[in-house]
């Protein structure tokens, strides 16, 4: 039997309450915030994040006088919700540096500039530059910031923000682990399923799929809308893109469609983490390198190996606060992630 300190549903929910107390010593109950950078991308683990944001913001009463996806940003827009010297809460993830320099990046580094005199929060994120001019700019919006924290989610993190930032951050779990534990969607489709990343974050090339072995990735943006998470995420898309487009187009026309929009982003972020979930719980043990795999497969009592990413992001996530969960393994290499998972398996 697991020790009490290791159970998945009591760690997850020391995670979340974690996650409460930490929100509460930077927002008073019933405040008024905007939530900026919406992530309508499609890595589904995001939505996880935001949805986990939500969740805590709910439990203290926090009102969300604004939201918006980075295509959806405009100045005049968020200065009318909650004026000059409102709080805005900038969206946690893994994508503070210059990894991804478009989308919720430049919004972030835009807030920083256009509302010099307000209250900032970004929530938890993880910090990596490559380059020294991206590095410095953001340095120098932070620092000449009248009234910004940054929360990070990790101690590689924490290290980067003191010595290459200028800034003392703050540590919090990822906001995933808002969400608390989860039931399981299904039963198991195999004995192994290895959720395989593509893109600029990979490190590790997966094994062929074997008997035991399923191997695959979550549909991209593209494939979901066109139907890769179903029909209704597909719809949803559409309306919000037709959205974003008449809000791109007219500040009246984002007064007049916030309702639908924020719904709408609801439907979306539900779905995702759906999908995400359904991914996740497909074998009796989970290997991957996405790191919200690894944490929604842990809030479903799933047992999961992880490998690393890039850049280190994960193994120092896990170090962190996954380390933490008796059914969690790190590897180092594919060959030993498959060497794990099928002792987790055999103990299932």
Not at 110 to 123: E, G, K
Not at 230 to 249: C, H
Not at 335 to 344: N, S, Y
Request: one cysteine or more.
């Amino acid at each position: 039997m697991l020790a009490s300190a290791e159970r998945p549903a009591e760690v997850a929910s020391a995670l979340r309450g974690r996650i409460d107390r930490e929100l509460a010593s930077v927002l008073d109950a019933g405040a008024a915030v905007a939530l900026v950078n919406y992530p309508n991308i499609g890595n589904l683990g995001d939505a996880a994040i935001w949805l986990g944001a939500r969740a805590a913001l709910d439990r203290r009463g926090v009102e969300i006088a604004y939201e918006c996806e980075p295509a959806a940003y405009r100045r005049a827009s968020l200065a009318r919700a909650i004026g000059e010297r409102g709080t805005i809460l900038l969206q946690g993830g893994g994508n503070l540096g210059d990894l991804y320099p478009g989308g919720q990046q430049a919004v972030r580094e835009a807030v920083l500039r256009d509302f010099r005199r307000a209250r900032v929060i970004q929530l938890p994120q993880s910090v990596w530059f490559r380059r020294r001019r991206p590095r410095e700019r953001f340095a120098r919006l932070a620092a000449a910031h009248a009234d910004f924290t940054l929360v990070v989610r990790e101690r590689a993190s924490l290290a980067r923000a003191r010595d290459e930032l200028g800034i003392e951050a703050r540590l919090w779990p990822d906001l995933a682990f808002a969400l608390g534990p989860l039931p399981r969607p299904a039963p198991p489709r195999t004995e192994i399923f290895w959720l395989a990343r593509t893109g600029a974050e990979r490190r590790h090339d997966a094994p062929r799929p074997a008997a035991g072995l399923a191997v695959g990735d979550y549909p991209t943006g593209r494939e979901q809308r066109r139907g890769g998470g179903g029909r209704r995420m597909a719809v949803a898309l559409a309306a919000n893109r037709s959205i974003t487009w008449a809000v791109r187009r007219s500040p009246l026309a984002g007064r007049a469609l916030r309702g639908p929009q924020d719904a709408l982003y609801h439907a979306i972020a539900r779905r995702r983490v759906e999908l995400a979930a359904s991914f996740a719980s497909r074998g009796e043990v989970l290997v991957t390198d996405r790191y919200h795999g690894h944490a929604l497969a842990l809030l479903m009592g799933i047992p999961t190996v992880l490998l690393d990413n890039s850049y280190g992001k994960n193994r120092a996530l896990f170090e962190a606060w996954t380390h933490r969960f008796a059914i969690a393994r790190w590897a180092e290499t594919p060959a030993e992630a498959l060497r794990v998972a099928r002792e987790l398996a055999a103990h299932e």
